[in-house]
Structures are given as C-alpha cells and as structure tokens.
T-cell receptor
Framework: DAGVTQSPTHLIKTRGQHVTLRCSPI?????VSWYQQVLGQGPQFIFQ???????GRGNFPDRFSARQFPNYSSELNVNALLLGDSALYLC????????????FGQGTRLTVV | DAKTTQPPSMDCAEGRAANLPCNHS???????VYWYRQIHSQGPQYIIH???NNETNEMASLIITEDRKSSTLILPHATLRDTAVYYC??????????????FGTGTKLQVIP
C-alpha cells in the first residue's frame, strides 16, 4: 500500500511569491491535516479537512489556505511568502475524525529566500 | 487547550526500558493522550494512544495516572532505531466537529550502545 505522498519534496521560493503543496492520502482515508514544522520545533497544526470540508484551523494568517478534492487529495496554498514561512510542511491522513492513527507523509521542505 | 510538558532530552542504554514522561495537568475528561515519534528528517509516526486505562501494543506501553494529569510512554527494550523525538499530544475536540491538535515540545531520546 502506498503511504501518504507529498509533492514536491523540496522547493525554493522567493519572498512574496505563492506556493502550492500537494498531498495524496492513503487510499480510503477521508481526513487530511496539514502541519508546519520549523527547524527545532514540533509540528504546528494548520488545517484539517474531512470530506472536503474544513474541520479545523490553527493560528495561521489568511495567507494560508487549503482545500480537499473529491478524491480526498489536498492542496495547501501560501500567498505572499515570508522568510519565516521556511519550514517542513507535513501532511497527515487518517480514516476519519477524530485524529486517531494519523499517518504522516515525509513532508515538503520549503525554503523562502 | 490542554498543554503538555515533556523533558527536552533523555538517554537510555540499548536493551533497557525507556520511560518517557509527559505532564498534561489541564487535560479534560474526554481528551485522549497520543504519542508520536519523529526520526530525523521523517514524518511523525503514531505509537499509541489512551484515555484513562493503560494501553499496550507491539511498539510500546502507555501508563496514565489515575488523575490523568500525567502519563509515561514505555519502550520495553530500546534499540538504536528508537532514537528520535517523542511527542506527547492531547487531542482537543471543539464543538461542531472541529479538531485542533497541539504537539508538545517533545523529548529527544538518545539510545546509547
């Protein structure tokens, strides 16, 4: 079985640009969550989606948005990138809400220069 | 949100039991305690979760105190591959089905040969 896949694995963007990160959950999983992990810190919750609806939101500015598609894959969008957005972005999928045995992808390493 | 407190680092001799504590003194009655670990450069991996009874699976045991204000994750026979950052998480459920997950600071466990 394929695990949670994220793309791209690494990317470099310039301050002020826009970025889209993608996540494909494990087959059969309907819930996708996004996390930001800054170097040396624990993951910080950004969003959770279930059945294409937003079910949870962390303390992130409106520059961060996400959506979930009918096939349960998800995109995280970040506008007007700041240097502080440089981080590892993790996607987790789980069969249902609540967050039980969530399975994480390997993450996308975003560097903003 | 219930907050968790963990020691920043611990050492454990290979083959010995690793006991990782977590304090969650403000936990609510219907909140679960989850443990995840993150090996360097990988996404977090689910280990175990519990409400108030002790739990055991093939990876670890979880001991929750009777007042639920603290818990201990036990790796019975630590190996070098258990070297990782271990996160204690309290799952928060907000009315309306929203979920917000807060990772703690994590404990960096170093297993020593």
């Amino acid at each position: 079985d394929a695990g949670v896949t994220q793309s791209p694995t690494h990317l470099i963007k310039t301050r002020g640009q826009h970025v889209t990160l993608r996540c494909s959950p494990i087959s059969g999983h309907k819930s996708v969550s996004w996390y930001q992990q800054v170097l040396g810190q624990g993951p910080q919750f950004i969003f959770q989606y279930y059945e294409k609806e937003e079910r949870g939101r962390g303390n992130f500015p409106d520059r961060f948005s996400a959506r979930q598609f009918p096939n349960y894959s998800s995109e995280l969008n970040v506008n007007a990138l700041l240097l502080g957005d440089s981080a590892l972005y993790l996607c987790a999928s789980s069969p249902d809400i609540p967050l039980t045995e969530a399975f994480f992808g390997q993450g996308t390493r975003l560097t903003v220069v | 949100d219930a907050k968790t407190t963990q020691p920043p680092s611990m050492d454990c001799a290979e083959g010995r039991a690793a006991n990782l504590p977590c304090n969650h003194s403000t936990i609510s009655g219907n909140e679960y305690v989850y443990w995840y670990r993150q090996i360097h450069s990988q996404g977090p991996q689910y280990i175990i979760h519990g409400l108030k009874n002790n739990e055991t699976n093939e990876m670890a045991s979880l001991i929750i105190t009777e007042d639920r204000k603290s818990s201990t994750l036990i790796l019975p026979h630590a190996t070098l591959r258990d070297t990782a950052v271990y996160y204690c998480i309290v799952r928060v459920g907000i009315s309306g089905g929203y979920q917000k997950v807060t990772f703690g600071t994590g404990t960096k466990l170093q297993v020593i040969p």
